[in-house]
């Protein structure tokens, strides 16, 4: 029995207008001579969850065929585990953090000389189609797409023009896969039995509890998968009726880990770690770098792919782009490791960065304060969080199920993915591993200073000074010197594991980046943070709003909340200052029963902003409700 493609689409409202669109026959002339065509099948909030990849509960019978007949890639990362900079990595062949786009959904003005890597693709012939998410973190503009909508298609390009086409089905997001049962049960109704997920059948991964709602949540993604398996073979049936399969590169990946907890948002191997299958037609397969249904174990990030799309078509590299390509003409050495970045995600402010060398992982967490899971209105729906938060305040959650409700977050964390592959086992304090942790700290450290690591700066004060002088952010880091810079990533370094004595000196710097760092080390430090209390005082009066709210934290922690709880709740609740605003909410959760004898005061500053817009406001709403 086949799968009504008519029911899928109403199902997934997946971007499929290319599956419905008139037939137009593109001649090709002298196809022997002319370059390969180019399609990208990107898909979203998918992990490792193929058949291709060992997953026994997947079914996904058109993706592993094509990693029959291509290569499979097992140490392809994510540069972000969601969205915004992850795709700002593809499209630019850099990082977002040395843009300045490593927040989620922060729009930044880029510089000129900065492109999107498909400019080069069309100024070099290619007609470019995008169907249809951007989502870029910036304005593409124009050249960037021949069409970029959901009616994009390589079908409307000129006869014999190459074509470099994407389509990103969006069954797969975190929205999609959150339904209940009732609903599991209707989509299964209009699937064959053997494209259905029952979930009294599903693996539950041992960091969830093993509750129906759980399985009912694991299952709906399995199903979307399927779905999306069906759609991608919808899209190569189109390839070959129009006689393109054998003049196509055709990639399929994800845009960053699943859309449930301890995959998006997280940088763990369930974030960051993603598929990528690449098929070579026969024409093309010198430039694969195995024979067909070949495993590739090397490194690769998102931003190389710019690069090799460059490389492939013989296009030169331009030398801004900081990834390297690992196909075609311009293949570079192999990676020793990948980088990957964590900062805020819609009203949840945190900054991660990790080197991942394909088994050992290192991750350094610069705000260790911060739960494993703070509260993200748009998250909550999912209902394994909602699981999670039940069972963890009915003390019901032991062992790895606790994982992700610890209320702080280690500084370090350095995992054998080989060995322990849900990096459960914390080696960050082994004996054994110093050596090792110490070299991929040290390549982490010299890595975010040489990209001018944007998240070196509070996200309000790059803001602040983009505007003052009108320049990009990208300007913008790259105008701080390295002696500050330096100075600044020592305190980062520094944080949670250091005294108060080592940092509050820092306080009176005349940089505004190395002060919030330094704050940002006091609030960590909680009750430990005392000694630095007069200097605490004095920097609730600082020029820079983004240091006020550390500061007013780290007093709340030493208990003179009289003081700081005041300036947190003011901050929050200007207008128009949202990344001050979601710093100093996020700092409010963190703050818990603190908060209640300061819950009318809130009530007061929520009320006030009759608009309820602003990343905060969603938090505002969860503080109110909970605390009592």
Same mark, same amino acid.
């Given at each position: 029995m086949k799968i009504d493609r008519r029911v899928l689409l109403k199902t997934t409202m997946a971007?499929? =207008?290319?599956?419905?669109?008139?037939?137009?026959?593109?001649?090709?002339? /002298?196809? +022997?001579?002319?370059?390969?065509? %180019?399609?990208?099948?990107?898909?979203?909030?998918?992990?490792?969850?193929?058949?291709?990849?060992?997953?026994? /509960?997947?079914?996904?019978?058109?993706?592993?065929?094509?990693?029959?007949?291509? !290569?499979?890639? !097992?140490?392809?990362f994510a540069v972000a585990p969601v969205c915004t900079p992850s795709r700002c990595s593809i499209i630019t062949g850099m990082y977002a953090s040395s843009l300045g786009a490593q927040h989620l959904r922060h729009s930044i003005a880029m510089p000129g000389h900065i492109l999107c890597f498909t400019e080069y693709l069309r100024k070099a012939g290619y007609y470019c189609t995008n169907n249809s998410k951007q989502d870029y973190n910036f304005n593409a503009g124009p050249q960037a797409w021949d069409e970029s909508s959901k009616n994009a298609h390589w079908r409307k390009g000129p006869k014999g023009k190459p074509f470099f086409s994407v389509f990103n089905f969006e069954c797969t997001h975190q929205s999609k896969t959150r339904y209940n049962e009732?609903?599991?049960?209707?989509? &299964? =109704?209009?699937?064959?039995?053997?494209?259905?997920? #029952?979930?009294?059948?599903?693996?539950?991964?041992?960091?969830?509890?093993?509750?129906?709602?759980?399985?009912? &949540?694991?299952? =709906?993604?399995?199903?979307? *998968?399927? *779905?999306?398996?069906?759609?991608?073979?919808?899209?190569?049936?189109?390839? #070959?009726?129009?006689?393109?399969? +054998?003049?196509t590169i055709v990639f399929f990946f994800s845009d960053h880990g699943m859309g449930l907890p301890r995959g998006k948002r997280w940088l763990h191997d369930g974030g960051l770690r993603v598929p990528l299958i690449v098929r070579f037609p026969k024409k093309y397969e010198h430039l694969a770098p195995g024979k067909p249904g070949n495993t590739e174990d090397r490194l690769v990030s998102f931003v190389d792919y710019a690069p090799t799309m460059l490389s492939l078509l013989g296009i030169e590299i331009p030398k801004y782009m900081e990834g390297r390509a690992f196909l075609g003409e311009k293949d570079a050495p192999r990676r020793k490791w990948v980088l990957g970045i964590r900062d805020r995600v819609d009203e949840v402010v945190f900054c991660s960065r990790t080197i991942h060398d394909g088994r050992y992982q290192y991750i350094r967490n610069f705000k260790p304060h911060r739960p494993r899971m703070s509260y993200c209105e748009y998250s909550e729906r999912t209902q394994i969080r909602q699981e999670l938060r039940r069972l963890d305040a009915e003390g019901k959650l032991k062992g790895n199920?606790?994982?992700?409700?610890?209320?702080?977050?280690?500084?370090?964390?350095?995992? #054998?993915?080989?060995?322990?592959?849900?990096?459960? &086992?914390?080696?960050?304090? /082994?004996?054994?591993?110093?050596?090792?942790?110490?070299?991929?700290?040290?390549?982490?450290?010299?890595?975010?200073?040489?990209?001018y690591d944007a998240s070196m700066h509070a996200e309000m004060e790059v803001v602040r000074q983009c505007r003052k002088h009108a320049i990009t952010p990208y300007a913008m880091v790259r105008s701080v010197s390295r002696q500050d810079r330096e100075r600044i990533l020592e305190l980062m370094f520094m944080t949670g594991t250091c005294r108060a004595q080592d940092v509050m000196g820092a306080l009176d710097d005349k940089n505004a980046s190395?002060?919030?760092?330094?704050?940002?080390?006091?609030?960590?430090?909680? +009750?430990?943070?005392?000694?630095?209390?007069?200097?605490?005082?004095? =920097?609730?009066?600082?020029?820079?709003?983004?240091?006020?709210?550390?500061?007013?934290?780290?007093?709340?922690?030493?208990?003179?909340?009289?003081?700081?709880?005041?300036?947190?709740?003011? %901050?929050?609740?200007?207008?128009?200052?949202?990344?001050?605003?979601?710093?100093?909410v996020t700092a409010l959760y963190a703050l818990g029963d603190k908060v209640k004898p300061y819950i009318p005061d809130i009530k007061k500053v929520f009320e006030a902003n009759k608009s309820g817009k602003g990343m905060g406001m969603a938090t505002w709403k969860y503080i109110l409700r909970t605390v009592k």
């Amino acid at each position: 029995m086949k799968i009504d493609r008519r029911v899928l689409l109403k199902t997934t409202m997946a971007q499929t =207008a290319c599956l419905s669109f008139p037939f137009v026959a593109l001649a090709q002339e /002298d196809k +022997e001579k002319h370059r390969p065509n %180019i399609l990208w099948i990107s898909v979203e909030d998918t992990s490792l969850n193929l058949g291709c990849y060992g997953d026994s /509960d997947a079914i996904t019978p058109t993706l592993d065929q094509m990693a029959r007949g291509g !290569t499979r890639y !097992t140490n392809s990362f994510a540069v972000a585990p969601v969205c915004t900079p992850s795709r700002c990595s593809i499209i630019t062949g850099m990082y977002a953090s040395s843009l300045g786009a490593q927040h989620l959904r922060h729009s930044i003005a880029m510089p000129g000389h900065i492109l999107c890597f498909t400019e080069y693709l069309r100024k070099a012939g290619y007609y470019c189609t995008n169907n249809s998410k951007q989502d870029y973190n910036f304005n593409a503009g124009p050249q960037a797409w021949d069409e970029s909508s959901k009616n994009a298609h390589w079908r409307k390009g000129p006869k014999g023009k190459p074509f470099f086409s994407v389509f990103n089905f969006e069954c797969t997001h975190q929205s999609k896969t959150r339904y209940n049962e009732d609903d599991l049960e209707r989509i &299964n =109704a209009e699937l064959p039995e053997n494209k259905r997920h #029952d979930p009294q059948k599903v693996a539950v991964w041992p960091f969830y509890p093993d509750t129906h709602k759980v399985r009912v &949540n694991i299952a =709906a993604y399995h199903t979307q *998968i399927t *779905i999306m398996d069906e759609l991608v073979r919808g899209l190569l049936d189109q390839l #070959d009726a129009d006689g393109f399969a +054998e003049d196509t590169i055709v990639f399929f990946f994800s845009d960053h880990g699943m859309g449930l907890p301890r995959g998006k948002r997280w940088l763990h191997d369930g974030g960051l770690r993603v598929p990528l299958i690449v098929r070579f037609p026969k024409k093309y397969e010198h430039l694969a770098p195995g024979k067909p249904g070949n495993t590739e174990d090397r490194l690769v990030s998102f931003v190389d792919y710019a690069p090799t799309m460059l490389s492939l078509l013989g296009i030169e590299i331009p030398k801004y782009m900081e990834g390297r390509a690992f196909l075609g003409e311009k293949d570079a050495p192999r990676r020793k490791w990948v980088l990957g970045i964590r900062d805020r995600v819609d009203e949840v402010v945190f900054c991660s960065r990790t080197i991942h060398d394909g088994r050992y992982q290192y991750i350094r967490n610069f705000k260790p304060h911060r739960p494993r899971m703070s509260y993200c209105e748009y998250s909550e729906r999912t209902q394994i969080r909602q699981e999670l938060r039940r069972l963890d305040a009915e003390g019901k959650l032991k062992g790895n199920q606790a994982w992700l409700m610890q209320r702080r977050t280690p500084p370090e964390e350095f995992y #054998d993915t080989k060995n322990d592959p849900y990096q459960f &086992n914390n080696l960050a304090l /082994d004996p054994k591993y110093a050596e090792r942790i110490k070299g991929m700290r040290t390549i982490l450290r010299q890595r975010m200073s040489e990209l001018y690591d944007a998240s070196m700066h509070a996200e309000m004060e790059v803001v602040r000074q983009c505007r003052k002088h009108a320049i990009t952010p990208y300007a913008m880091v790259r105008s701080v010197s390295r002696q500050d810079r330096e100075r600044i990533l020592e305190l980062m370094f520094m944080t949670g594991t250091c005294r108060a004595q080592d940092v509050m000196g820092a306080l009176d710097d005349k940089n505004a980046s190395v002060r919030y760092w330094a704050a940002v080390s006091l609030a960590a430090m909680a +009750e430990a943070a005392a000694p630095a209390k007069a200097e605490l005082l004095k =920097a609730l009066q600082d020029e820079s709003q983004s240091v006020r709210v550390p500061a007013a934290e780290a007093l709340c922690n030493i208990g003179l909340e009289e003081e700081g709880m005041p300036a947190l709740i003011k %901050i929050a609740g200007i207008p128009g200052e949202d990344c001050d605003s979601a710093l100093a909410v996020t700092a409010l959760y963190a703050l818990g029963d603190k908060v209640k004898p300061y819950i009318p005061d809130i009530k007061k500053v929520f009320e006030a902003n009759k608009s309820g817009k602003g990343m905060g406001m969603a938090t505002w709403k969860y503080i109110l409700r909970t605390v009592k």
